[in-house]
């Protein structure tokens, strides 16, 4: 599967919140929160940026079960999409992906707190250092938005 061409600014838009998701091979759920998602250059694999803080329970689930989903909803329009797939692996965040995180949040942070937010009390709630790249294919991505249509599959 490939993710479509119009999702490539999608996931760098700073006002989408992301979310994975796993679960147990009991099937428990757990969902953790993203800091922000890097697409690989074929459109096939996502890098979902989330803190080691709250990745534990996430990356055991995926040791045991390498099924993983990624919701990604807008704030203001609440178009939204899932991105299901098979996680290959979790490293370090590098640098860059670091600055990348930043950048996200201080975008995010500035739009809302023109909405009366506080920019310090988001950073307080959503960044936190050190974080993971969470690394999977992506075999299949749906429409999540609150619409007649929502879950259908996509496919180009």
């Known amino acids: 599967m490939?993710?479509?061409?119009?999702?490539?600014?999608?996931?760098?838009?700073?006002?989408f919140s992301f979310w994975i998701g796993t679960a147990s091979p009991e099937n428990v759920p757990e969902v953790i929160k993203c800091m922000g998602v890097n697409l690989d250059y074929e459109r096939e694999r996502l890098a979902c940026f989330a803190a080691v803080r709250f990745a534990?329970?996430?990356?055991?689930?995926?040791?045991?079960?390498?099924?993983i989903s990624l919701v990604g909803a807008h704030v203001g329009t609440y178009q939204g999409y899932q991105y299901k797939?098979?996680?290959?692996?979790?490293?370090?965040?590098?640098?860059?992906?670091?600055?990348?995180?930043?950048?996200?949040?201080?975008?995010?942070?500035?739009t809302l707190n023109g909405f009366g937010y506080s920019k310090e009390g988001l950073y307080?709630?959503?960044?936190?250092?050190p974080s993971l790249a969470i690394e999977f294919k992506v075999h299949e991505v749906f429409d999540q938005a609150p619409r007649q249509g929502t879950g259908e599959k996509i496919g180009i």
């Open 124 to 129: 307080r709630l959503y960044f936190s250092q």
């Open 85 to 110: 797939g098979t996680f290959i692996r979790s490293r370090p965040c590098t640098a860059n992906e670091v600055e990348f995180q930043r950048q996200y949040m201080e975008d995010f942070a500035l």
């Open 56 to 67: 534990d329970k996430s990356l055991d689930n995926l040791q045991k079960n390498p099924a």
């Open 2 to 15: 490939i993710i479509p061409p119009t999702h490539e600014a999608l996931l760098r838009d700073p006002m």
